[in-house]
């Protein structure tokens, strides 16, 4: 199982983005997914998740900004980035439990490679 996260890039202040993370490979069932970030010489903060039924949560600095979304079908999960703001600057992870044919009841945690949004002011 493999999650691809895209989308990142350089935009300015105002602008907005769209990351995408894709899972591929034996897949079974997604549960949650999230996006998350790390901004140089901080730790990485949760940005928003959603449930597999649509539930979403968000971090207060990205509410009203920020919109996490995914299709099922295609198994991939998207974060909507409007109104971009250079604090927004960072690398940002996708992460989802996955569950494998075959695993039982049980999901494993697995993580894309990071996507870095610059956001110029």
């Known amino acids: 199982v493999q999650l691809q996260a895209s989308g990142g890039g350089l935009v300015q202040a105002g602008g907005s983005l769209r990351l995408s993370c894709a899972a591929s490979?034996?897949?079974?069932?997604?549960?949650?997914m999230a996006w998350s970030r790390q901004a140089p010489g901080k730790q990485r903060e949760l940005v928003a998740n959603?449930?597999?039924?649509?539930?979403?949560n968000y971090v207060d600095t990205v509410k009203g900004r920020f919109t996490i979304s995914r299709d099922n079908a295609k198994k991939t999960g998207y974060l909507q980035m409007n109104g971009l703001k250079p604090e927004d600057t960072a690398v940002y992870f996708c992460?989802?439990?996955?569950?494998?044919?075959?695993?039982?009841?049980?999901?494993?945690?697995?993580w894309g490679q990071g996507t870095l949004v610059t956001v110029s002011s």
């Open positions: 992460n989802a439990l996955i569950k494998r044919p075959g695993q039982g009841l049980g999901y494993s945690n697995y």
């Open positions: 959603i449930t597999s039924v649509g539930t979403t």
């Open positions: 490979g034996s897949v079974f069932s997604i549960g949650l």
